[in-house]
């Protein structure tokens, strides 16, 4: 067994480019079960269903309330479970050039700054943006009904080969 200690430096020679470039378009995007730690689907979709992007795909067992939504509209090409049943990915097939998503409530700069708890936590759950939150220290996605003593913000990607967030930034400044 190897204790660390102060993190590890990798030893990954290069760079990656600094520049963004255009890709084709994306054929196919999953759902993969090890990036939600404890997590029980209770699903609201199968296999050759049409979604559309934002639509709930499953909900957590555990958690009732956290809702799933769909990253893209098409066709859902399988449910992949493993040993036991264990939930492993969901894998939709996108549907090229689409636009069609579940619309929801959206609000202004004056309209934010007056909204209470419970509407930014329906609405993050509702549009499936609660999953991208995280508790600490076992990455699991939290019960929106607890309170928590401390929110931590990170908004650097400390991954080897990480892109650098000037170049996205300049990408697109107003959205920054």
């Known amino acids: 067994m190897v204790n660390i200690k102060r993190g590890l430096d990798i030893p990954i ?10 890709m084709s378009s994306v054929r196919s995007v999953a759902i993969v ?3 939600y730690v404890g997590m029980m689907p209770t699903m609201k979709v199968a296999e050759g269903d049409r979604v559309i992007k934002g639509q709930a795909l499953f909900a957590d067992k555990k958690n009732p309330q956290v809702i799933f939504t769909a990253p893209a509209t098409g066709k859902v090409r399988a449910v992949n479970r493993g040993a036991r049943r264990v939930f492993e990915s969901l894998v939709i097939d996108c549907e090229a050039n689409s636009t069609e998503s579940v619309s929801f409530k959206s609000y202004n700069r004056d309209q934010i700054a007056n909204l209470n708890r419970e509407g ?5 759950v509702a549009s499936g943006l609660w999953t991208a939150i995280r508790t600490r220290p076992f990455s699991k996605v939290p019960n929106p009904e607890t309170i928590p003593s401390a929110i931590f913000v990170n908004a650097m990607d400390s991954n080897p080969l990480a892109a650098d967030p000037q170049i996205v930034i300049k990408q697109q400044p107003e959205a920054f």
């Open 33 to 35: 079960g090890a990036d």
């Open 120 to 124: 930014v936590v329906e609405q993050l």
């Open 13 to 22: 020679t290069g760079a990656p480019s600094p520049q963004i470039s255009d």
